[in-house]
Nanobody
Framework: QVKLVESGGGLVQAGGSLWLSCAASGKIFMINKMGWYRQAPGKQRELVATITSDSHTDYTDSVKGRFTISRDNTKNTVYLQMNSLKPDDTAVYYC??????????????WGQGTQVTVSS
């Protein structure tokens, strides 16, 4: 079983910065893709950014140029640096990871979520 534990987030004023991190643990053989999604009240969960094992990144348009995703494969950890935050970025942010476990089974896991609140 693979488990994701998130940290970071919190409350910040518009224009400020926050970071998120997410560490994966368990019977991990390989993590193919890690990423962050978010869900604002009354809205569907949406992709924020993803990063593959060879560091290919993808961002939703609304965060391009403001957010940076990175990962440390030695620590099975993904990070999200969020700059120039806007009130519209307020949401619960969820970490995501998919890959293969030590039994070569595909896993697809989510973290518990961490709140990011941006005040105007």
């Amino acid at each position: 079983q693979v488990k994701l534990v998130e940290s970071g987030g919190g409350l910040v004023q518009a224009g400020g910065s926050l970071w998120l991190s997410c560490a994966a643990s368990g019977k991990i053989f390989m993590i193919n893709k890690m990423g962050w999604y978010r869900q604002a009240p009354g809205k569907q969960r949406e992709l924020v950014a993803t990063i593959t094992s060879d560091s290919h990144t993808d961002y939703t348009d609304s965060v391009k140029g403001r957010f940076t995703i990175s990962r440390d494969n030695t620590k099975n950890t993904v990070y999200l640096q969020m700059n120039s935050l806007k009130p519209d970025d307020t949401a619960v942010y969820y970490c995501y990871a998919m890959g293969w476990d030590e039994d070569y089974r595909i896993y697809d896991e989510w973290g518990q979520g961490t709140q990011v609140t941006v005040s105007s």
